[in-house]
């Protein structure tokens, strides 16, 4: 795609008529459509107004305001992991790059491909004392330093003639799974861009499937031969797994096995009710996952980085049985693991079936696995929130996506939150709260764009958060009335940070709480605050059903407020009394 002088025309006082030469604003925008990356979000600055006003102007371009520097990055890292395709943040420098930084800790974390375009102080005044000025350390803040150490590449351009260099740094960082910054001063943005050449995929895009170590196949050798003397095997989906799609193709090699399945918290969304499944593994997990996974002969593990969130509670399995791990990345574990390297692990996983051998013509029968719960305690006050997971389980159309945020939330929905429905998304890499909010209103802002259509409506996309995460960054809903985007919010308010409350009960129990909060009305003030905005109340299981299938039917953004016990234990294997995990 290539961008023409007469492509753009401005208006304004000094209008001759004649086109404006197109600005390197207008260039990054052009070569970020040309690359498939048509959402971006940010808060509008000063120093990003530029990008801003190209981003805006550019057909195939929204340009998302979002109410936090931190929120938009969420945003661009939700729209990330559900599409396949990188998110766009930009913000201004000073705070709002500041702000930012949460977001791409999280995303370089959990491996999210998020761009953040950061504008800075124009070049002439960086070191004289500008306003925002991040560009001259040790007197001012090094932004560059900063990013540097939560993204892949960050670059600062200091000329016109260096964007597209910094732009194919950028594109092949995200290629490799990494966010990527590029700060842009303001001149520089606002400088006519005629001659910058434009990129092509083949600059920066990896080819093949990229296997190394052990091969496919000997490693469906060994499978065969543990298949065929009836030994157990498992497989064990991540995150990486789920945002691949391999859903199909790890169901036809469980067959091809016999093997049982489990999932990573990031990964539950690839498992289905039925034989051979046995849940979540870590410590928001289920029992029976552990015990599958403790009681293999080999464990396959499928995109999953095997995080201590994601193992917790499987130390002693580790140092036994055999582990043998496919994926983009090293599993992030001590330990004795064969890896084998790839970077298409959904054509890694139908080779490996394709390969194994089926002597007696017939798949291995499924073994038939209960998924176990932890014993939570009965609370006081309010509704379980086990119940109110299932209830809403029920109501959710299938392939809806549920982005789950941290504490009590997000645990009860991991562990209780019926299988077989879309994409699951928690964000535990660095497990700030807030994110699911943000990343959920930003995916539906990008199926509403996108017109992904569900019975003549954009699919909808459910959040599940708790009041704490609310207070943090649950104005985002405004975001969503503003694009009418097809979000539901689901608050469990509990009036308290209550994952805090319990680690207080349990490990400090001569210190007054200070994770009480006085009572919130959330559901009449989200229905005062916005003209239109639908919104329910709920205290108990049969209520939930009914509104939850009330609200999913809708159109646009709504919120159900559920009324949740501060004291509830939540599934969270370290907090239940010792003895009855």
Request: aromatic letters at 4%; glycine letters at 12%.
């Given at each position: 795609?290539?961008?023409?002088?007469?492509?753009?025309?401005?208006?304004?006082?000094?209008?001759?008529?004649?086109?404006?030469?197109?600005?390197?604003?207008?260039?990054?925008?052009?070569?970020?459509?040309s690359?498939?990356?048509?959402?971006?979000?940010?808060?509008?600055?000063?120093?990003?107004?530029?990008?801003?006003?190209?981003?805006?102007?550019?057909?195939?371009?929204?340009?998302?305001?979002?109410?936090?520097?931190?929120?938009?990055?969420?945003?661009?890292?939700?729209?990330a992991?559900?599409?396949?395709?990188?998110?766009?943040?930009?913000?201004?420098?000073?705070?709002?790059?500041?702000?930012?930084?949460?977001?791409?800790?999280?995303?370089?974390?959990?491996?999210?491909?998020?761009?953040?375009?950061?504008?800075?102080?124009?070049?002439?005044?960086?070191?004289?004392?500008?306003?925002?000025?991040?560009?001259?350390?040790?007197?001012?803040?090094?932004?560059?330093?900063?990013?540097?150490?939560?993204?892949?590449?960050?670059?600062?351009?200091?000329?016109?003639?260096?964007?597209?260099?910094?732009?194919?740094?950028a594109?092949?960082?995200?290629?490799?799974?990494?966010?990527?910054?590029?700060?842009?001063?303001?001149?520089?943005?606002?400088?006519?861009?005629?001659?910058?050449?434009?990129?092509?995929?083949?600059?920066?895009?990896?080819?093949?499937?990229?296997?190394?170590?052990?091969?496919?196949?000997?490693?469906?050798?060994?499978?065969?031969?543990?298949?065929?003397?009836?030994?157990?095997?498992?497989?064990?989906?991540?995150e990486?797994?789920?945002?691949?799609?391999?859903?199909?193709?790890?169901?036809?090699?469980?067959?091809a096995?016999?093997?049982?399945?489990?999932?990573?918290?990031?990964?539950?969304?690839?498992?289905?009710?039925?034989?051979?499944?046995?849940?979540?593994?870590g410590?928001?997990?289920?029992?029976?996952?552990?015990?599958?996974?403790?009681?293999?002969?080999?464990?396959?593990?499928?995109?999953?980085?095997?995080?201590?969130?994601?193992?917790?509670?499987?130390?002693?399995?580790?140092?036994?049985?055999?582990?043998?791990?496919?994926?983009?990345?090293?599993?992030?574990?001590?330990?004795?693991?064969?890896?084998?390297?790839?970077?298409?692990?959904?054509?890694?996983?139908?080779?490996?079936?394709?390969?194994?051998?089926?002597?007696?013509?017939?798949?291995?029968?499924?073994?038939?696995?209960?998924?176990?719960?932890?014993?939570?305690p009965?609370?006081?006050?309010?509704?379980?929130?086990?119940?109110?997971?299932?209830?809403?389980?029920?109501?959710?159309?299938?392939?809806?996506?549920?982005?789950?945020?941290?504490?009590?939330?997000?645990?009860?929905?991991i562990?209780?939150?019926?299988?077989?429905?879309g994409?699951?998304?928690?964000?535990?890499?660095?497990?700030?709260?807030?994110?699911?909010?943000?990343?959920?209103?930003?995916?539906?802002?990008?199926?509403?764009?996108?017109?992904?259509?569900?019975?003549?409506?954009?699919?909808?996309?459910?959040?599940?958060?708790?009041?704490?995460?609310?207070?943090?960054?649950?104005?985002?809903?405004?975001?969503?009335?503003?694009?009418?985007?097809?979000?539901?919010?689901?608050?469990?308010?509990?009036?308290?940070?209550?994952?805090?409350?319990?680690?207080?009960?349990?490990?400090?129990?001569?210190?007054?709480?200070?994770?009480?909060?006085?009572?919130?009305?959330?559901?009449?003030?989200?229905?005062?605050?916005?003209?239109?905005?639908?919104v329910?109340?709920?205290?108990?299981?049969?209520?939930?059903?009914?509104?939850?299938?009330?609200?999913l039917?809708?159109?646009?953004?709504?919120?159900?407020?559920?009324d949740?016990?501060?004291?509830?234990?939540?599934?969270?294997?370290?907090?239940?009394p010792?003895?009855?995990?």
């Open positions: 795609m290539t961008l023409t002088a007469d492509r753009k025309h401005r208006g304004g006082p000094a209008d001759t008529g004649r086109a404006a030469a197109p600005t390197v604003a207008e260039y990054i925008v052009e070569q970020l459509i690359s498939s990356m048509s959402i971006a979000s940010g808060v509008h600055g000063a120093n990003i107004e530029d990008l801003y006003d190209a981003a805006t102007r550019a057909p195939g371009m929204t340009a998302i305001v979002a109410k936090h520097e931190f929120a938009a990055g969420a945003m661009a890292d939700g729209t992991r559900m599409s396949g395709t990188p998110g766009i943040v930009m913000t201004t420098s000073g705070g709002g790059a500041m702000n930012v930084v949460p977001a791409l800790a999280e995303a370089y974390d959990s491996r999210v491909p998020v761009l953040a375009l950061i504008g800075t102080a124009p070049t002439s005044l960086v070191g004289g004392g500008a306003f925002q000025d991040m560009l001259a350390p040790p007197d001012t803040v090094d932004i560059a330093g900063v990013l540097s150490a939560i993204t892949g590449s960050c670059s600062v351009v200091g000329h016109a003639d260096e964007v597209p260099a910094a732009l194919a740094t594109f092949a960082t995200l290629h490799r799974g990494l966010p990527a910054a590029v700060l842009l001063p303001k001149d520089i943005q606002a400088a006519p861009a005629p001659e910058l050449r434009q990129l092509h995929t083949g600059e920066w895009a990896q080819h093949g499937a990229d296997v190394t170590g052990p091969s496919l196949s000997a490693l469906a050798d060994e499978l065969s031969a543990l298949a065929e003397s009836d030994a157990r095997l498992v497989l064990w989906v991540g990486e797994a789920s945002r691949a799609g391999v859903g199909p193709q790890v169901e036809a090699l469980a067959s096995l016999g093997a049982v399945v489990v999932a990573a918290p990031g990964g539950r969304d690839l498992l289905r009710d039925g034989d051979g499944v046995a849940g979540v593994t410590v928001m997990g289920h029992p029976s996952a552990h015990r599958a996974v403790a009681d293999a002969d080999l464990c396959l593990v499928l995109g999953c980085r095997m995080t201590m969130t994601d193992r917790a509670g499987l130390d002693e399995p580790l140092r036994r049985v055999r582990f043998v791990h496919l994926g983009s990345e090293q599993p992030r574990m001590p330990g004795d693991v064969d890896h084998v390297r790839c970077t298409d692990l959904a054509a890694a996983i139908s080779q490996l079936t394709g390969e194994i051998r089926r002597p007696r013509g017939h798949d291995r029968p499924r073994e038939a696995v209960a998924v176990t719960h932890l014993p939570v009965p609370g006081g006050s309010g509704m379980g929130m086990g119940a109110a997971m299932g209830e809403i389980g029920r109501a959710l159309p299938p392939d809806t996506p549920v982005f789950a945020d941290a504490g009590n939330a997000g645990a009860a929905a562990h209780h939150l019926p299988f077989g429905h994409r699951f998304v928690v964000a535990l890499g660095m497990g700030g709260m807030g994110y699911a909010i943000a990343a959920g209103v930003g995916n539906a802002i990008r199926e509403a764009v996108g017109s992904t259509m569900t019975d003549g409506q954009p699919r909808r996309t459910v959040v599940i958060a708790g009041d704490g995460a609310f207070f943090m960054h649950g104005m985002e809903i405004h975001t969503a009335v503003e694009h009418d985007a097809p979000v539901t919010l689901v608050l469990l308010n509990n009036n308290a940070h209550a994952m805090c409350i319990t680690r207080e009960r349990l490990f400090f129990p001569d210190t007054p709480s200070v994770n009480r909060f006085r009572p919130s009305d959330l559901a009449g003030g989200l229905a005062a605050m916005f003209d239109g905005l639908v329910a109340r709920a205290s108990d299981p049969a209520f939930v059903r009914t509104a939850a299938a009330d609200l039917s809708q159109s646009g953004p709504n919120c159900l407020v559920i949740a016990d501060p004291d509830e234990i939540p599934p969270f294997a370290p907090l239940i010792k003895g009855q995990s």
